[in-house]
């Protein structure tokens, strides 16, 4: 099992950036699948980006594909989410997920085949 504590939501305009941190303990990130995910009012939780076990490979949700970049700090056992070009349908609050072994078949922007969530972080973008 797995602690996730996420960080860096804020209020920003269109266009700028934020980074959000998940900051784990209790198990080495690297073993994990680490998934972002965002869940607006009333509307269902999605995913935005996974990266794999070992770090390398990563997957992006088409509406955010070459504006978020995800990324692992193997030193700080913590999984960044880069946003650039934030737009108001970002506004969301934003989870950490992690899996360490996934019960098959698995898809990456479930949020079904998650074991372990953090608390989310808000994000809200202004036209």
């Known amino acids: 099992q797995v602690q996730l504590v996420e960080s860096g939501g804020g209020s920003v305009q269109a266009g700028g950036s934020l980074r959000l941190s998940c900051a784990a303990s209790g198990s080495l990130l690297t073993t994990y699948y680490m998934s972002w995910f965002r869940q607006a009012p009333g509307k269902e939780r999605e995913g935005v980006a996974v990266i794999y076990p070992g770090g390398v490979v990563t997957d992006y949700a088409d509406s955010v594909k070459g504006r978020f970049t995800i990324s692992q700090d193997k030193s700080k056992n913590t999984v960044y989410l880069q946003m650039n070009s934030l737009k108001p349908e970002d506004t969301s609050m934003y989870y950490c997920?992690?899996?360490?072994?996934?019960?098959?078949?698995?898809?990456?922007?479930?949020?079904?085949?998650?074991?372990?969530w953090g608390q989310g972080t808000q994000v809200t973008v202004s036209s």
């Open positions: 997920a992690a899996v360490r072994r996934p019960s098959s078949p698995f898809y990456s922007f479930r949020p079904g085949g998650y074991t372990d």
